[in-house]
């Protein structure tokens, strides 16, 4: 009642300005969307070490036939150089007359030797930039990242989309890659640890693949930003990301095998689905987990000790020889293959803790955990601790039946 009172004091031209303001607001923006025709959509970057400072590889949407035979997702490829990152995206804009946008950037691309240098100098732009997805993905590659995205994939349109692929949520439960994001490899840098870890990206080519293959008509072009066709001059690839690089202080100091990635996975209690080998009276057999539960604890009584847990669930997948029927319709895990399994799955924890203790990669998160429980032993044991720490390793290995 009194709203309605009020609403009826309130002079019409007051009305008057308000309908004004909101058509004004209205038809003077452009809603969210994106005028493709002058906008560079940049749907994953590369970046490399060059004599002058930055080398950027930008993959670029493109639109590309409304003909359903040639629909899917075209690029192109342009690398420009500069002192600085924003330096190269400036002369991307440039040379093609495009303005780049970094909101749809699912993936950046960090060069082998680039990764071995303090790689926040190389992200610093990424970091800064307001529209860049805190949830882009972040790699390491072999070679340059030039090449990698420039490379014409057996599988997808653009070499960025079957890489994303490589880091989908069911490839990161079976506990063969280990993904990671810009925003938490910034936190994991700026941390007491300043360690942090990057799945590494390497390719071969398709085996059956001729050279000139059509990959969806992705095309590139080189520091002049002219439009080549480059994506056909290669053979068309493959990705794989099963290896793991360490950074420590912001560098590529190691790399984990795929078996230490699976048990930092196991570790955090990330696997479902994800397999393993074991053996049984010297014959292989495969164990696929079905609940996995892991941590990382430290214990300062005394002299420091990391305990190192990891529970497995499993069950049998198959068998290297010939079994008989029985056995096929059963997937109970034996005895024998459960020690077994127990001591392989040691063995890969113990590599992973060898290697963080010999690259000085507290990927582990000791020193956050030290730090977090008490600052005065952190204070007291900060220089040493990576040197100090003992670990204390359990594996425990279960039939799911």
Known sequence: MKLRKFLKTVPMKLYLILLAVVLFSFFSNDFGLVDIQKTAIILAAGIDKTEEGFSLTSQIAVPKGSDRAQGGTSSVNITTQGETVSDCVTALFGKTGWVPKLVFCDLIVLGEEAAKEDVISYLNYFLRNEYMPDNCLLAVCEG?????????????DASSLAIEKLFSDAAEKSGKVMTNTLKDFAIDYYDVGKSSYLPYVK??????????????????????????????ESEEQIYTAEETALFAEGKMVGKLPAEQTLALSLLEGNVFAGTFPAKEQGKPVTLTVVRNSGGVSLDMKGAPTAKLTVDVTCRLCCRGTTAPIEDISSDAVSPEILEDAKKVLQGYIEGLWNT????????????????????????EWEEFLLTSVRPDISADVKSMK
């Open 144 to 156: 340059t990242a030039e090449k990698l995205i420039t490379s014409t994939s057996a599988i997808d």
């Open 203 to 232: 390719m071969s080519p398709q085996k059956g693949a001729s050279p000139g293959g059509d990959s969806g008509g992705s095309g590139s072009a080189g520091g002049s930003g002219s439009g080549g066709s480059g994506g056909s």
């Open 356 to 379: 963080c203790k010999e690259t000085k990669c507290d990927v582990l998160e000791l020193k956050r955990k030290l730090y977090r429980s008490s600052l005065k032993k952190y204070e």
